[in-house]
């Protein structure tokens, strides 16, 4: 039961975030390329160093904590915490702005 602690982390922070996009109409979701972007000028640089690190020995991952699936040398559980992680940040930062009527300079221009 212990090997599923991550995992039902990482569950909780992607079901408590996904309300932002349903009430507050983030679009997070509806805008693949700029999440794929966010994914992956965060995640890449923090898997590599991830790894340098394990390899290093500067710190392990206890298996009887994880569900034992690695993915480039790496927990499944750890590279789904690059992955969901920044989804979080950038979900609640789109509804942050949503809720002030920020902007950031990709919204259509009104014509007038």
């Known amino acids: 039961m212990r090997a599923l602690t991550y995992v039902a982390m990482l569950a909780f922070v992607l079901v408590a975030t996904l309300p932002l996009e349903i009430l507050?109409?983030?679009?997070?979701?509806?805008?693949?390329?700029r999440l794929g972007l966010v994914l992956l000028c965060a995640g890449v640089p923090f898997v590599v160093w991830d790894l340098a690190a394990v390899r290093a020995g500067h710190w392990?991952?206890?298996?009887?904590?994880?569900?034992?699936?690695?993915?480039?040398?790496?927990?499944?559980?750890?590279?789904?915490?690059?992955?969901?992680?920044?989804?979080?940040?950038?979900?609640?930062l789109e509804a942050v702005r949503s809720?002030?009527?920020?902007?950031?300079?990709?919204?259509?221009?009104?014509r007038p």
């Open 60 to 92: 392990w991952f206890e298996e009887s904590l994880t569900l034992g699936i690695e993915i480039v040398g790496l927990p499944l559980e750890e590279v789904l915490f690059f992955v969901v992680v920044p989804l979080a940040s950038v979900m609640t």
């Open 24 to 33: 507050l109409r983030t679009r997070v979701y509806a805008r693949l390329r």
């Open 99 to 110: 809720v002030r009527g920020w902007t950031v300079g990709d919204e259509p221009r009104e």
